[in-house]
């Protein structure tokens, strides 16, 4: 029953290492959004797609690739992983664009050692 | 340099006492949302307000939007623990705009 669901909840890797955060809705959302939350709580957007449109990139690496195979699915893949990407990784979806409220996911907390 | 500037950063009050946070921005929102954070969890929303002057109530809690629609208040009355949490307020420039902006939250600890 759960309305946003990430996978994994943990994940702690090696420096260069790949990998991949998968999330997906349940709601009939149009719009979802990848969140990074950093050590002092402060939520930055990274990427959002409607319809399976990507629609916001943000100043993020290139190593960071999000694909969305249709509207109920956005799954996260970072390659080369770096130490500064150790963080709270958050999906989140909304009916209609913006303003509405979102659902967030539970997170999935990155490490990289 | 953030949008949305929340203060305090941080509260701890005594279960039954009251409290407010402020969420301000030089900016103007068509529209501002209020989020509960609790640990090991992903935000939850509590309230979204969109016109300039709008309150909200939400049993002990109380919303504000200001009337130039550039700051917001989040007042809960007789706190109580289950009150403890990261409030986050959130907003959107433009009314279709794909972009939720977050404040750096305030963290409330409310002690039985």
């Known amino acids: 029953d759960t309305a946003v669901s990430q996978t994994p909840k943990y994940l702690v890797t090696q420096m260069g290492n790949d990998k991949s955060i998968k999330c997906e809705q349940n709601?009939?959302?149009?719009?979802m959004y990848w969140y990074k939350q950093d050590s002092k709580k402060f939520l930055k957007i990274m990427f959002s797609?409607?319809?399976?449109?990507?629609?916001i990139n943000e100043t993020v690496p290139n190593r960071f690739s999000p694909k969305s195979p249709d509207k109920a699915h956005l799954n996260l893949h970072i390659n080369s992983l770096e130490l500064g990407d150790s963080a709270v990784y958050f999906c989140?979806?909304?009916?209609?664009?913006?303003?509405?409220?979102?659902?967030f996911g539970s997170g999935t907390r990155l490490t990289v050692v | 340099t953030q949008l949305l500037e929340q203060s305090p950063q941080f509260l701890s009050i005594q279960e039954g006492e009251n409290l407010t946070v402020y969420c301000n921005s030089s900016?103007?929102?068509?529209?501002l949302q209020w989020y509960r954070q609790e640990p090991g969890e992903g935000p939850v929303l509590l309230v979204t307000?969109?016109?300039?002057?709008e309150v909200k109530k939400l049993k002990r809690l109380t919303f504000q939007f200001g009337d130039a629609r550039k700051d917001s208040s989040l007042h809960i009355t007789a706190a109580q623990p289950g009150d403890t949490g990261l409030y986050l307020c959130?907003?959107?420039?433009?009314?279709?705009?794909?972009?939720?902006?977050f404040g750096a939250g305030t963290t409330v600890t409310v002690r039985a």
């Open positions: 797609y409607n319809n399976k449109e990507l629609i």
């Open positions: 989140a979806s909304s009916q209609v664009v913006g303003n509405y409220g979102y659902t």
């Open positions: 709601l009939g959302h149009d719009t």
């Open positions: 307000v969109v016109t300039g002057g």
């Open positions: 959130a907003g959107a420039i433009r009314r279709n705009d794909y972009k939720l902006s």
């Open positions: 900016s103007v929102f068509s529209s």
